[in-house]
């Protein structure tokens, strides 16, 4: 048998239903994922409790992974596995955990094509707060009006990880501060990203630091408007996580942000990325 799909919402999610959990790991059903992830931008797996092995065999179907973490991590155990936690004797370093808290994309300040997709499975849930808000970026472009697309496309976005700290700068311990906000390096992304097949997808959030060719003020003003169209109710969703879930979402179409939960809640989440394969980057 194989996996089918039922719509969470009209404009985005799709929930995922398997007879066997056998029907996951196929390359047909990887290749069914990718189609539906293009199509819905977020796709739930109930209580699914992969173990890391089949988390990196999903990944590895759907195209293989690549490390988002190499600029600046500090835990030793992610060669293959992120884990996202605010646990400071797992994660000694949270700033980019709490970075989390503010809608972003994951990887727009790399120096190689951002992930296509992020893949998240719930370990250990926080008992209050904790969901993650998705909000799909390609219905959200579709919704604008022909001007307003006719206003954004072409446009280039500067992105870098020092612009996605800016809303928890005080909060940084001076011991780490020129470590966390010295972060070097910018990134230039086309505001609407068009897809093969022709679909386009707006690359916004915390990292989309201003507007090339644009005064300053003027195109974070514009970068705030689009990520607030966005966000509304009609084109995005919040994840209640259950023990066990495992959320996949297309990146480059996906807002996402965690709700603030209890560093000391033991909040466990494991993380692989899917490599991009659209040339955004140049
Ligand atoms: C991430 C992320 C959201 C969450 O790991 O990139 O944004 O809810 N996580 O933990
Ligand atoms: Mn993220």
């Known amino acids: 048998m194989a996996i089918r799909f039922e719509d969470i919402k009209p404009k985005v999610g799709s929930r995922v239903v398997w007879d066997s959990r056998d029907d996951i790991f196929t390359p047909e ?36 992974k690549v490390k988002l973490t190499g600029q600046f991590n500090v835990q030793d155990t992610d060669e293959n596995v992120y884990q996202v936690t605010l646990d400071k004797t797992i994660n000694p370093q949270p700033e980019y955990v709490l970075g989390t ?23 250990k849930v926080a008992p209050r707060g904790g969901q993650t808000d998705f909000a799909n970026t390609c219905a959200a472009y579709a919704a604008l009006s022909e001007e307003e697309k006719r206003e954004i496309d072409g446009l280039r976005v500067i992105h870098s990880v020092k612009a996605s700290m800016v809303p928890i700068q005080e909060a940084i311990p001076p011991e780490q501060y020129q470590k966390v906000i010295g972060i070097k390096g910018e990134r230039d992304r086309p505001l609407v990203m068009v897809h093969a097949g022709g679909r386009k997808s707006m690359l916004l959030g915390t990292t989309a630091d201003r507007i090339e060719g644009m005064p300053i003020p003027e195109g974070r003003a514009l970068l705030t408007r689009l990520t607030e169209w966005s966000a509304q109710p009609e084109f995005s969703l919040r994840h209640d996580w259950q023990e066990g879930d495992f959320v996949i979402w297309e990146n480059t179409s996906a807002l996402h942000r965690a709700i603030p939960y209890d560093p000391d809640s033991g909040r466990m989440m494991h993380r692989t990325s899917l490599a991009g394969t659209e040339s955004v980057a140049a």
């Open 101 to 123: 808290y503010f809608y972003h994309m994951d990887g727009m300040p790399v120096d190689f094509p951002p992930p296509f997709a992020t893949l998240l499975s719930a370990r």
């Open 29 to 64: 059903a990887a290749q069914a994922l990718r189609k539906q992830l293009e199509d819905r931008t977020v796709l739930v797996f109930p209580r699914l409790n992969l173990t890391d092995e089949e988390q990196l065999k999903i990944t590895d179907l759907m195209g293989g």
